[in-house]
C-alpha cells in the first residue's frame, strides 16, 4: 500500500533505501568464488533474486514523482538497473516525471514496444508533452493505437509550441448544457468512474459547444436539485486561447488563486482546460531554465552525464569568459606601470570588480523577473533606468566611502581613499546600466533575458571596474 502524502518518507530517504538494496545487490555480486559449484550459484542467485523483489516491492509503493527523484539521483548504469525493475504500467507517468536529460537516456534503453505500452497508459495531452522525445516509428504507433477523437486530440497539443497555452492544454475535462437542472447534472456525475483530476468546477456550454460560465462544484453539492445550470452558473474568471503565452496563464492562475480555466477557439468553443497542475510544472520548468540559462548552460544536464556530454553542454559560455578574461587581462596590461608605482592597486582592483559585478547580477535578477511578469514597456524602461541609476548612485556613495575609509587606514593616503569611492560609485552605475541593458537588448532580439547574462555583466564589470579603478588612480595619484 502506498504511503499517504504526509508519511511519504522524503527524496533522500528513498535514496538511501534503494543504494541500501544495491549494495546487498553488489556484495552478493562480488562473493568470493573459492566454493563455486552448481549449489553456491543457485544460492547466489536466490539470494540475488530476494533482492531484486525487495527492490521492486519499494518501487512499486512510490509515487511516480519519487521514482523520477531517485532515478535521476542515481548513476548511469544503477539508474538502468532500477529502470528495468519498474512496471510497464508505470513507467510513462515516470517518463513525464523524470527531466529530459534523464529521459533521454531512459527511452534509448527502451525497445520500441515497450515505448508504445507506455505511451498508451497516458492521455492524450501527456502523450504530447511526451512526443518530442519519442522516436517517430513509435508515435506512430501510439496515433493508430488511438481512437479518432484522441487523435485529433494529440494533433492539437502537439500543433502549438512550447511557451503556448496550446502545450499545457488538458482534454479530460467535464461540461454540461446550461438548461438542465442540476439534478440531471448529478445523476451525469455519478455515472462516471471518476472525475477528471482538479475538478473544482464544470464548463457550461450552449448548444453550439460555446462556453457560457462555469459550474462550481461546491455551488453543485449546496444547491436545490431542481434549480437550472444556468440560474447558479457564473462568468468565468479567465479563459484563454490556444496561442496565448503560457505565462500569462501562469499570471492569472497566481493573480486568482485558479484550480482550472477553461480553453476556447476563436468562436467561443470549448476545446479543452488548463489545471493547476500543468501550469506549476511550467513555473518549474521556467524557473530551472532560467537557473541553467544565468550559469550559461544551453540546456538540462543530467548530474551523471559523460564527460563529453557535460562538456558540449559548457563550453560555449566558458570559451566566451575567457574572452572576456583576456579583454579584463589587457585592461589591466594597459596601466602595468601604474600598478609597478603603488602596488596598493592591485590590492585593491578586486574590491571594486567583485562588488560591481554582485550588484549588476542583483539587476539582471529584478530585470528578468520583471520582464517575465510582463511588468517592463516601451514607456516605463527609461524611468527604470533612471531609477536603477539612483540606487547605484547611492549605494555607491555609502559603499565607496567604506572601502575609501578602509584603503585609508589600510595605506594612509587620504587620495587613495577617494579614488576607491570615486571608482566605487562609477563602476556601480556602469554595472547597474548593463544590468538594466543586457536584458532589455536580448528581450529585444527576441532571445531569453536571462540566457548568459551573468556571465556578460561580470565580463563587463570586471574590465569596466578595472579601467575606472585603474584609470582614476593613474591620473589622480601619479
Do not use: C
Not at 62 to 70: E, F, G, R, S, Y
Not at 174 to 179: A, C, H, N, Q, T
Not at 339 to 361: E, H, K, Q, T, Y
Not at 374 to 386: E, F, V
Amino acid at each position: 500500500m502506498m504511503n499517504p502524502p504526509e508519511n511519504r518518507p522524503g527524496v533522500q530517504e528513498n535514496l538511501r533505501r534503494v543504494n541500501e538494496i544495491l549494495q546487498k545487490q553488489g556484495l552478493v555480486e562480488g562473493i568470493d568464488r573459492w566454493r563455486e559449484g552448481p549449489r553456491q550459484e543457485l544460492v547466489e542467485s536466490l539470494v540475488q533474486r530476494l533482492h531484486l523483489v525487495e527492490l521492486q516491492k519499494f518501487l512499486d509503493a512510490l509515487h511516480p514523482a519519487d521514482v523520477a527523484d531517485v532515478l535521476e539521483s542515481l548513476p548511469l548504469g544503477e539508474r538502468l538497473l532500477v529502470w528495468e525493475l519498474v512496471k510497464v504500467e508505470r513507467e510513462g507517468e515516470i517518463l513525464l516525471e523524470v527531466s529530459d536529460a534523464v529521459r533521454e537516456t531512459l527511452i534509448a534503453n527502451m525497445d520500441e514496444r515497450e515505448l508504445v505500452a507506455a505511451a498508451e497508459t497516458l492521455d492524450t495531452d501527456e502523450i504530447a508533452d511526451l512526443a518530442p522525445d519519442l522516436p517517430r516509428e513509435v508515435m506512430q504507433d501510439v496515433l493508430r493505437s488511438l481512437a479518432p477523437e484522441e487523435q485529433e486530440q494529440l494533433r492539437a497539443a502537439m500543433a502549438h509550441p512550447e511557451g503556448t497555452v496550446g502545450a499545457l492544454m488538458d482534454f479530460d475535462m467535464i461540461s454540461v448544457r446550461e438548461d438542465v437542472t442540476l439534478e440531471v447534472v448529478l445523476r451525469y456525475l455519478r455515472q462516471l468512474a471518476e472525475l477528471p483530476d482538479h475538478t473544482d468546477q464544470l464548463f457550461v456550454v450552449d448548444r453550439a459547444g460555446r462556453l457560457t460560465g462555469l459550474l462550481p462544484v461546491d455551488r453543485l453539492l449546496v444547491t436545490a436539485p431542481g434549480a437550472t445550470v444556468a440560474s447558479v452558473m457564473r462568468p468565468e474568471t479567465a479563459r484563454f486561447r490556444p496561442e496565448d503565452r503560457a505565462q500569462d496563464a501562469a499570471s492569472a492562475f497566481e493573480r486568482y488563486d485558479l484550480v482550472s480555466a477553461p480553453v476556447t477557439d476563436a468562436a467561443g468553443r470549448l476545446v479543452a482546460r488548463v489545471t493547476v497542475s500543468a501550469v506549476v510544472d511550467y513555473i518549474r520548468e521556467e524557473t530551472d531554465s532560467d537557473l541553467l540559462s544565468a550559469g550559461g548552460l544551453r540546456e538540462d544536464e543530467d548530474i551523471f552525464a559523460s564527460v563529453w556530454r557535460s562538456v558540449k553542454n559548457r563550453w560555449t559560455w566558458l570559451a566566451v569568459n575567457l574572452v572576456t578574461a583576456f579583454i579584463a587581462s589587457r585592461v589591466i596590461g594597459l596601466f602595468e606601470n601604474s600598478i609597478s608605482r603603488l602596488v596598493a592597486l592591485a590590492a585593491l582592483m578586486p574590491i571594486i570588480a567583485g562588488v560591481s559585478g554582485n550588484s549588476g547580477n542583483q539587476t539582471i535578477t529584478m530585470l528578468v523577473r520583471a520582464l517575465a511578469l510582463g511588468q517592463i514597456t516601451g514607456g516605463n524602461a527609461r524611468k527604470l533606468l533612471a531609477k536603477e541609476i539612483g540606487v547605484s548612485l547611492v549605494n555607491g556613495l555609502i559603499w565607496g566611502g567604506v572601502v575609501g575609509l578602509f584603503a585609508f587606514f589600510i595605506y594612509h593616503s587620504w587620495q587613495l581613499g577617494l579614488v576607491m569611492m570615486g571608482a566605487m560609485v562609477l563602476a556601480l552605475m556602469l554595472a547597474s546600466a548593463m544590468g538594466v541593458a543586457i536584458p532589455l537588448v536580448m528581450h529585444r532580439l527576441g532571445r531569453d533575458p536571462a540566457l548568459g547574462s551573468s556571465v556578460m555583466i561580470t565580463a563587463i564589470t570586471d574590465s569596466g571596474g578595472f579601467f575606472i579603478f585603474l584609470g582614476l588612480a593613474t591620473v589622480f595619484l601619479l
